[in-house]
């Protein structure tokens, strides 16, 4: 089971597998977007958290014999295997992702908090008066 989100600046995923009656995390993965990613819209980038988590678990992914669950907290996405769009990029992206099986599932955002947590992470206030970040919480 994989679960993929993407915020305003990067974007994450978390593999886990049920054992038992619990959800066991396998990994996790997150990448800063870089300038250009920035400026996509949201279902291109929550696309791309779909295409890097693929890429980055390839080898565990790719070879199962039943479809693993892929939840997305992006309803849009679920007609990602039958999707029909203009964007060459999103074009291409979807290609690769269904050589894998999977099946993919809309999961309310706050029923999807083990990927949002990672682009929730905050760091330490500095202290500096003249911070930017720290300027938010005063």
């Not at 920035?38 to 080898?59: F, G, P, Q, S």
């Amino acid at each position: 089971m994989v679960d993929t989100n993407a915020c305003d600046v990067m974007i994450d995923a978390v593999l886990h597998q049920v054992q038992g009656d619990a959800e066991r995390v396998l990994g996790y993965y997150n990448k800063s977007l870089n300038s250009a990613q920035l400026n996509y819209c949201t279902t291109k980038r929550e696309l791309l958290a779909i295409v890097a988590m693929l890429n980055h678990w390839d080898v565990y992914l790719s070879c199962l014999s039943e479809p693993f669950i892929l939840r997305t907290d992006h309803a849009a996405l679920t007609w990602l295997k039958t999707m029909a769009c203009r964007d060459k990029a999103m074009l291409r992206w979807c290609d690769s992702v269904n050589k894998y099986n999977f099946i993919i599932q809309h999961c309310l955002g706050v029923k999807h908090q083990n990927a949002d947590a990672l682009s929730q992470v905050r760091l330490p206030k500095c202290g500096w008066t003249e911070c930017s970040d720290c300027k938010e919480g005063l």
